[in-house]
C-alpha cells in the first residue's frame, strides 16, 4: 500500500465585505451633474453595484465642504466631507474627497459604515469582488465580456460595422481565455488531492 502524503491543509474561503453591496457616493458625477458649485442644494440618487441598497442622498454644497445625508435610512447620519481642488496638468481643477478618517484623497466614499457615515474603501475593509474569486471565475467573467461583443447564436459572429481586425482580435482573446479554462479544469482536481496528501500515482 502506497503510503498516504503529509496533509498540506485547506484553502481558507474568505468572506470579507465587497464594494458591491454598499452605497457609493461619488464626486465624478457630482462634478458631471455640475451640483459642486458652493450654494447648491439638491439631492442624487445612490445604488449599490448590485442593486441591492437604494437611497436617496440630500446634500449642501458650501464653498469646501459637502454635508451629506440619506433620506429614509434610519440609522443615517449628517456628514460632512471634506473637498478638496487639485491643479490640472492642462488648466482647470479636479475635485477630492477627503477621507474624514483617514484624511486621503478619494474619488469614491461609501456608505454606511460602522459611524452610520461615509468613509473610503480602505477604512471600511472592503474589497472588490473579483478580488474573492477564483481563477476559474474570473476566466468565466472575461469570456462573458468578450462574447458581448460578439453577436449571432453562439456569440460568435462579427457585428456589424465591426472592423475585421478588431473581430479577429477578440477571437484571438476569446479562443486563449477558453485555452486557461481548460487547463485550469484539468489541474484544479490534481490541486485538490495533493492539498488533501492523496498519493501519486493512486487509482480509485
Not at 502524503?5 to 453591496?21: D, L, N, S, T
Not at 481565455?177 to 498519493?199: C, I, N, T, Y
Request: charged share 30%.
Amino acid at each position: 500500500m502506497v503510503p498516504a502524503r503529509a496533509y498540506k491543509g485547506v484553502r481558507r474561503v474568505r468572506c470579507r465585505p465587497e464594494v458591491e453591496h454598499y452605497l457609493a457616493l461619488d464626486i465624478r458625477k457630482l462634478q458631471d451633474y455640475g451640483l459642486l458649485k458652493p450654494g447648491t442644494e439638491g439631492s442624487v440618487l445612490l445604488r449599490s453595484a448590485d442593486g441591492r441598497q437604494i437611497a436617496t442622498a440630500s446634500f449642501l454644497i458650501a464653498p469646501s465642504k459637502l454635508r451629506v445625508q440619506l433620506e429614509g435610512v434610519r440609522c443615517s447620519v449628517p456628514t460632512e466631507i471634506c473637498i478638496e481642488r487639485a491643479a490640472c496638468p492642462f488648466g482647470g481643477t479636479r475635485p477630492w474627497f477627503r477621507c474624514r478618517r483617514c484624511n486621503a484623497r478619494r474619488a469614491v466614499l461609501y456608505g454606511l459604515d460602522e459611524d452610520n457615515s461615509f468613509s473610503c474603501r480602505r477604512c471600511m475593509g472592503l474589497v472588490y469582488r473579483s478580488q474573492d474569486e477564483t481563477k476559474l471565475q474570473r476566466l468565466y467573467l472575461k469570456q462573458d465580456r468578450l462574447e458581448a461583443k460578439l453577436t449571432g447564436k453562439y456569440r460568435l459572429a462579427r457585428p456589424k460595422g465591426m472592423h475585421w481586425a478588431t473581430f479577429w482580435r477578440i477571437s484571438r482573446n476569446l479562443n486563449t481565455v477558453l485555452r486557461k479554462q481548460e487547463h485550469l479544469r484539468a489541474v484544479s482536481p490534481r490541486k485538490f488531492l495533493d492539498r488533501h496528501g492523496w498519493p501519486h500515482g493512486y487509482r480509485m
